[in-house]
């Protein structure tokens, strides 16, 4: 990895997802925060089914509660609540909060319960972040806001814009697999090679540029602690 001063090149920008200023009817939510501009893009609700029974019944079952003693405390009769944990059927809110003070976690534990998720990378979804020749794919599940791995692909010569930007999350990683990546800074340039990797708080003003003649391959990783995280938007599939 090499260090260098700031970048004297003027690199063109796009009016898409990154760089879009606040008020513009893009499809990023931009704003900004000192001379950088914030980027945070909305999750498209996800059509997979949420399988809210199976949660209740593992956190019961975890507990060592019978449908019984469940159906006892909570007031909910224990066919119903039979019917919810086969996911026949979708419990109100207020009937899942009673369930919820039964098995004593909270609702939104119950909706955030993490389950295994495999995405092969050629059904990995498109996403945008702006810039010039690259391609990026989101490999994680849109509703896993604490942590994103985004694979790009920067062709030769592809840069983000001109301005600074940062992501809206607490830390940021980037790891060149193949190929070389200028990650620009405010006051340097850090060049990467194939293997190195550089971590960064999130809201550090950045952009980046592929100077190689040959493709270069990131791996990008944003976390948050914060429930709402970064969010991106998928592109429809072509």
């Not at 949660?55 to 159906?71: G, H, K, N």
Request: glycine letters at 8%; a neutral charge; hydrophobic letters at 35%.
């Amino acid at each position: 990895m090499q260090l260098s001063g700031p970048s004297p090149r003027c690199h063109p920008s796009r009016s898409t997802a990154r760089g879009v200023p606040e008020g513009h009817n893009g499809n990023a939510g931009c704003r900004k925060k000192g001379s950088a501009v914030v980027k945070s893009l909305p999750i498209e609700p996800s059509s997979k089914e949420l399988k809210l029974g199976q949660r209740l019944r593992a956190i019961r079952q975890e507990r060592r509660l019978t449908m019984d003693q469940v159906s006892e405390f909570s007031g909910v009769s224990k066919s119903f609540l039979s019917r919810i944990e086969r996911d026949i059927t979708s419990p109100s809110v207020s009937t899942l909060v009673s369930i919820c003070q039964v098995l004593g976690v909270s609702p939104g534990e119950v909706l955030d319960f993490p389950e295994t998720e495999y995405i092969a990378l050629k059904d990995a979804p498109l996403i945008s972040l702006g810039g010039d020749g690259i391609t990026e794919q989101l490999l994680t599940p849109p509703s896993n806001r604490q942590l994103q791995l985004i694979r790009a692909e920067i062709a030769p010569g592809g840069r983000g814009e001109t301005e600074l930007y940062t992501m809206d999350c607490d830390v940021e990683s980037l790891h060149v697999i193949s190929g070389t990546f200028n990650l620009i800074l405010e006051r340097q340039t850090l060049t990467l090679h194939a293997g190195d990797t550089a971590t960064f708080a999130g809201l550090t003003p950045h952009t980046w540029e592929n100077p190689g003649d040959t493709a270069a391959i990131v791996l990008w990783a944003l976390s948050s602690s914060r429930a709402a995280g970064p969010r991106f938007s998928t592109l429809p599939a072509t």
